[in-house]
């Protein structure tokens, strides 16, 4: 049970792209449509590449955006869960609470 929380819980859930369109559909009120052709456009993908896990994978590792690590081992260079939560909120223009906090701590 504790490897499934674990996969489906937090920054380790994360499927394709659906937590960033999530993300703006709830931030922004977005329709689906539109968040995930938002999220297509700042990825520099397709939005059926949106979908694809082994596309976005590639995608999230060179954009620093986190990865599920359930196939391959993590790599040295891969940023932390906050640093990718940093990455995500200037990549899609999107405040996020706890990037924020930081921010105002100085300590990002």
């Given at each position: 049970?504790?490897?499934a929380h674990g996969?489906?819980?937090?920054?380790?859930?994360?499927?394709?792209?659906?937590?960033?369109?999530?993300?703006?559909q709830m931030a922004r009120g977005m329709?689906?449509?539109?968040?995930?052709?938002?999220?297509?456009c700042k990825l520099?993908?397709?939005?059926r590449?949106?979908?694809?896990c082994v596309a976005m994978q590639e995608v999230r590792a060179d954009l620093g955006l986190g990865r599920i690590l359930e196939g391959e081992a993590p790599h040295p260079f891969d940023p932390s869960p906050m640093e990718a939560k940093a990455n995500i909120?200037?990549?899609?223009?999107?405040?996020?609470?706890?990037?924020e906090r930081l921010r105002a701590r100085g300590l990002s």
């Open positions: 049970m504790p490897v996969v489906a819980a937090g920054m380790g859930g994360m499927r394709a792209a659906g937590d960033l369109v999530a993300r703006l329709r689906l449509v539109e968040a995930k052709t938002y999220v297509a520099g993908v397709g939005v590449d949106l979908s694809d909120a200037r990549l899609i223009d999107l405040p996020i609470n706890s990037v």
